[in-house]
Nanobody, 125 residues
Framework: RVQLVESAGGSVQAGGSLRLSCAVS????????MGWFRQAPGKGREGIAA???????RYADSVKDRFTISKDNAKNTLNLQMNSLKPEDTALYYC???????????????????WGQGTQVTVSS
C-alpha cells in the first residue's frame, strides 16, 4: 500500500524559512513523479512544485526562486525547502505522487493519484 506522510508544518514570520518533508512508503520514490500542492482558505488547490523521475523540476511562478523541491532517494523522502516566505504562502500543504505525469502539466492535481494528509504552514506579517 502506498502511503505519503508529511512532516509537521509550522508558523514563521514573513521572510523566514521552513522545510517540509514527505515520507514515502510502499514504493521507491526514485521511480515516481512527485509534487507539492497547497490550498489556502477559500481557494482551490494549487500545484507549486513537481519533480520528474529523472530529477527535472517545475515550479509555479508564485514560488519560483524561493522554493526548492528535492528527493532524498536514500531516505525515500520528498522535500520542499521554502525560503523568503510571504503571508500569501499560508496554506495547507500536500505532497502527491504518481507513476507517470505528462510533463506538459506537472502541476495539475488531476495527474496525481496518491496524496498525503496535508500539513499547515502559517506565515505572519
Amino acid at each position: 500500500r502506498v502511503q505519503l506522510v508529511e512532516s509537521a508544518g509550522g508558523s514563521v514570520q514573513a521572510g523566514g524559512s521552513l522545510r517540509l518533508s514527505c515520507a514515502v512508503s510502499g514504493y521507491t520514490i526514485s521511480a515516481y513523479y512527485m509534487g507539492w500542492f497547497r490550498q489556502a482558505p477559500g481557494k482551490g488547490r494549487e500545484g507549486i512544485a513537481a519533480i520528474h523521475n529523472d530529477g527535472t523540476t517545475r515550479y509555479a511562478d508564485s514560488v519560483k526562486d524561493r522554493f526548492t523541491i528535492s528527493k532524498d532517494n536514500a531516505k525515500n523522502t520528498l522535500n520542499l525547502q521554502m525560503n523568503s516566505l510571504k503571508p500569501e504562502d499560508t496554506a495547507l500543504y500536500y505532497c502527491a505522487a504518481a507513476s507517470y505525469v505528462p510533463w506538459y502539466a506537472p502541476l495539475s492535481e488531476y495527474k496525481y493519484r496518491t496524496w498525503g494528509q496535508g500539513t499547515q504552514v502559517t506565515v505572519s506579517s
